[in-house]
């Protein structure tokens, strides 16, 4: 081995200039056409937008001028990179024209001879970087009538705009659906070790004497199910007792417990889930859910949704259960972002961080939230069902007619002004007109109490049903099929985006409905991985 060290050449010192700055965009995709992929991350305002801002952000839309195309955020951060300008020298030659050839241009023959040469050209100040999975997209009917009208407007084609076909019997299973602002609020994907969840073991299971024992997987954490009677305002009966598989473990429930759901149900037919726990002594507020199904079944959807009803109680058929009905509004004094719309990237991980805690928290941990939070706003979290129109409540009202004591509304509540004959399964027994005066009014004193005003300006004004609209009788509405087709599923929308905004447990939707059934469950988050019920209580016990 020599002992010669090896003499290496030194590297040429070139200046950095620090005089220009670049802005990088990693595409995902292929850039082709360079005014195409302009075109998609908003032109040439969206790349200024997101220099100008501390933490901007760009949108990209494939389908520009597609408002259904829901866009991938890209995250604009800091970055010292440097864009290197690399030159590959080339030699081109003519190849030889034959005798009898005109004169024409010929083809050249290239020849490499491995010269590269880079030069910095500046510094990458800022990077926008696209880490986030694309939304589910939704593709509408082309040649859906609206879709077809809609593209006629734009074109300004007068012809397809007076064919247009009006459906003025147009009913309401013929409404489209509307689609979601977006569909999924998580963005980065999950890391997933694909290991076995630590709770569940293998265990040896001796079923008959003559067989050999079979491996069993056992969760050790699962618990009991009780399940809950579920019907809707359709339903053509009520039930009548409890479910016998709630009867099967009532001996693992207090029977002092039973005895205070009972009660309550005895004294007042209906209640929502918060007055309920407002009226249940501490103890009986963690098994809420195992004492519903001895005392009450559930109601989806109608004027008392969400609402339980006492056994053989049919609130369609008694006129006194008006009092029980709902009166809902939505009032938002600080407006909310989305999880997804109208959000910067910088925030996603941390919000999705967040999101995944609140859904694995525990209901008595969202309790305590809620109960932490109204005593610092000044309200009792034992009255927060009732409305006196002193208190500041949640930014979403829900109250029961008999839980509302300001004495403006509860006059119209006592009312015999404005009743139907027949219960409506949007207004229960009241009359669109005279719910509509009640949400209206409720609507006004919140936001009074928001702005901190203790009485409103027009409390002083006497409450009145519109002479132009019709009320009474049946309280048909004045609007066609097509406006209460609307509202219904807006209405619905929003009320979905509030429970998942608020959490509010009124509107806790941890149950799930199976053919009839309303099933109720304290298991956790690994609950019925394994179908094998049987075998897993036999093992538990």
Request: aromatic share 8%.
């Amino acid at each position: 081995m020599s002992n010669n060290t090896l003499q290496y050449e030194t590297a040429e010192v070139l200046p950095l200039p620090i005089d220009k700055e670049f802005f990088a965009v990693e595409y995902p995709g292929y850039v082709k056409n360079i005014d195409r992929v302009l075109n998609t991350i908003g032109g040439q305002y969206g790349l200024q937008r997101a220099l100008k801002e501390e933490y901007g952000y760009l949108e990209l839309r494939y389908r520009p001028g597609d408002h259904f195309s829901h866009p991938i955020n890209g995250d604009v951060i800091h970055t010292g990179n440097l864009l290197l300008k690399v030159t590959r020298r080339v030699r081109r030659r003519k190849t030889q024209r034959p005798a009898s050839t005109e004169e024409q241009e010929l083809p050249m023959e290239i020849e490499e001879d491995g010269n590269f040469k880079a030069e910095i050209m500046g510094v990458i100040s800022k990077t926008c970087r696209f880490r986030g999975m694309a939304d589910y997209q939704y593709l509408p009917d082309p040649v859906d009538p609206i879709a077809q009208f809609r593209k006629s407007l734009q074109s300004l084609d007068v012809e397809s705009i007076r064919k247009f076909p009006i459906d003025i019997d147009c009913t309401m299973s013929r409404t489209p659906n509307l689609p979601p602002p977006s569909f999924s609020r998580i963005e980065c994907p999950m890391d997933y070790g694909y290991r076995q969840n630590t709770s569940v073991v293998k265990v040896l299971v001796q079923k008959n004497e003559d067989e050999p024992p079979v491996v069993k997987l056992i969760n050790r954490r699962r618990r009991r199910k009780f399940v809950a009677y579920s019907i809707d305002f359709e339903a053509k009966s009520v039930p009548s007792h409890p479910p016998e598989d709630a009867v099967k473990f009532s001996s693992q429930i207090p029977e002092e417990s039973i005895e205070n759901i009972q009660a309550l149900f005895e004294k007042r037919p209906m209640w929502t889930r918060s007055a309920l726990q407002n009226n249940l002594p501490n103890s009986d507020r963690k098994i809420i859910k195992r004492l519903l199904p001895f005392a009450a079944y559930w109601m989806s959807s109608g004027p008392w949704r969400d609402c339980w009803i006492r056994y053989n109680y049919d609130p369609r058929q008694h006129v006194d259960a008006r009092f029980y009905q709902l009166l809902d509004i939505r009032y938002t004094a600080r407006p909310r972002q989305l999880g997804r719309a109208k959000r910067l990237l910088r925030a996603k991980y941390d919000t999705l961080n967040q999101d995944i805690l609140d859904q694995q928290s525990s209901d008595t941990t969202m309790q305590e939230d809620a109960d932490s939070s109204e005593q610092a706003a000044g309200v009792n979290p034992d009255r927060s069902h009732i409305f006196d129109g002193r208190n500041k409540q949640r930014e979403v009202a829900v109250y029961q007619m008999c839980d509302i004591t300001y004495p403006r509304i509860r006059n119209l509540v006592e009312s015999k002004e404005g009743l139907r004959k027949l219960c409506d399964e949007k207004d229960g027994w009241y009359s669109k007109q005279l719910m509509d005066l009640m949400r209206k009014t409720l609507r006004r004193k919140i936001a009074s109490l928001a702005r901190g005003e203790e009485t409103d300006p027009e409390e002083d004004m006497p409450l009145q049903l519109d002479d132009n609209d019709e009320a009474g009788d049946n309280g048909s509405d004045s609007g066609g099929e097509i406006d209460k087709a609307i509202t219904s599923k807006v209405d619905q929308l929003m009320r979905n985006l509030q429970r998942a905004q608020l959490g509010a447990q009124d509107h806790d939707d941890e149950f799930e409905q199976e053919v009839g059934m309303y099933q109720l469950d304290d298991m956790d988050e690994y609950e019925n991985v394994f179908g094998d019920d049987e075998d897993v209580e036999s093992e538990s016990e």
